[in-house]
C-alpha cells in the first residue's frame, strides 16, 4: 500500500532559523506531490505543489520543496521561519494510475517558531 | 479563492445517537467531495469519495452503513455517523474539488465528541 512518511513530528525552532521537514512516499508510479499547512484553528491550505518539471518547487509564504525522485523524497524548506509560520504540515501524494483524486497525507509535523 | 464550510464545527452527542455533518462548497460547484477523519498525532485518513448524484465510495474498512454519505446537490454533502459510539470520536474534515481540476479545496473540520 502507498505510505507517505514523514519523519518528524514535532520541530520546535527559533525565528530566522532555517527549515526542513522531510517528506518520503513508497509508491513507485508517477505522481503529484504536495505541502499543505494547517494554522491553528484554521482549515489546511495547500502551500506548494509538485506535478513535473523543475524539481524545486516554490510556493506561498518563502517556503519551497525539492523532489528527488531517486530518493522518493519531497522535503519541504524555507531559510528563515517566522513566529507565524507555527502549524502543523502535512505532505501529501496523489497516485496518478489507478488513484483517482485521492489523496494520502502524511502523519503531520507540527512547527512550533519560539520568539 | 474557493471556500468551502463545515457545519457544525462541534458537536457532543450521546452514545447510540446519530449526527450529521454538513460540507458546503460556497463559491463553486463540487462535483466530487471527500471525507476524512483525523486522530490526534494522526495523519488525515480518507473515507469516502462521493460524487454528485451517485453513491459514495467508500475506502477499505470504512463502514458504509455507520458512516453514511449523501451528496444530493453540487454544493452540499452530508455525513451522518449513526448509532455513535466514544472510538468515533474525531475530527472529520471534508474536501471537495470541481470538474476536472485537481485541486481540493478543504473544509474547516467538524469535532464530534460521543460521550
Known amino acids: 500500500a502507498q505510505s507517505v512518511s514523514q519523519h518528524n513530528h514535532h520541530v520546535i525552532l527559533s525565528e530566522a532559523a532555517s527549515l526542513e521537514l522531510g517528506c518520503n512516499y513508497s509508491?513507485?508510479?508517477?505522481?503529484?506531490l504536495f505541502w499543505y499547512v494547517q494554522y491553528p484553528g484554521q482549515h489546511l491550505q495547500l502551500l506548494l505543489k509538485?506535478?513535473?518539471?523543475?524539481?524545486l518547487v516554490k510556493g506561498i509564504k518563502g517556503f519551497e520543496a525539492e523532489f528527488i525522485k531517486s530518493k522518493f523524497s519531497f522535503n519541504l524548506r524555507k531559510p528563515s521561519v517566522q513566529w507565524s509560520d507555527t502549524a502543523e504540515y502535512f505532505c501529501?501524494?496523489?497516485?496518478?494510475?489507478?488513484?483517482?483524486?485521492?489523496?494520502?497525507f502524511g502523519t503531520g509535523t507540527q512547527l512550533k517558531v519560539e520568539l | 479563492g474557493a471556500v468551502v464550510s463545515q457545519h457544525p464545527s462541534r458537536v457532543i452527542c450521546k452514545s447510540g445517537t446519530s449526527v450529521k455533518i454538513e460540507c458546503r462548497s460556497l463559491?463553486?460547484?463540487?462535483?466530487?467531495m471527500f471525507w476524512y477523519r483525523q486522530f490526534p498525532k494522526k495523519s488525515l485518513m480518507l473515507m469516502a469519495t462521493?460524487?454528485?448524484?451517485?453513491?459514495?465510495?467508500?475506502e477499505q474498512g470504512v463502514e458504509k452503513d455507520k458512516f453514511l454519505i449523501n451528496h444530493a446537490s453540487l454544493t452540499l454533502s452530508t455525513l451522518t455517523v449513526t448509532s455513535a459510539h466514544p472510538e468515533d470520536s474525531s475530527f472529520y474534515i471534508c474536501?471537495?474539488?470541481?470538474?476536472?481540476?485537481?485541486?481540493?479545496?478543504f473544509g474547516p473540520g467538524t469535532r464530534l465528541t460521543v460521550t
Open positions: 474536501s471537495a474539488n470541481s470538474g476536472s481540476s485537481w485541486e481540493q479545496y
Open positions: 509508491y513507485g508510479g508517477t505522481v503529484n
Open positions: 509538485y506535478f513535473s518539471g523543475d524539481p
Open positions: 501529501a501524494v496523489r497516485r496518478l494510475t489507478g488513484g483517482g483524486n485521492k489523496l494520502t
Open positions: 463559491d463553486f460547484q463540487a462535483t466530487t
Open positions: 462521493s460524487n454528485e448524484g451517485s453513491k459514495a465510495t467508500y
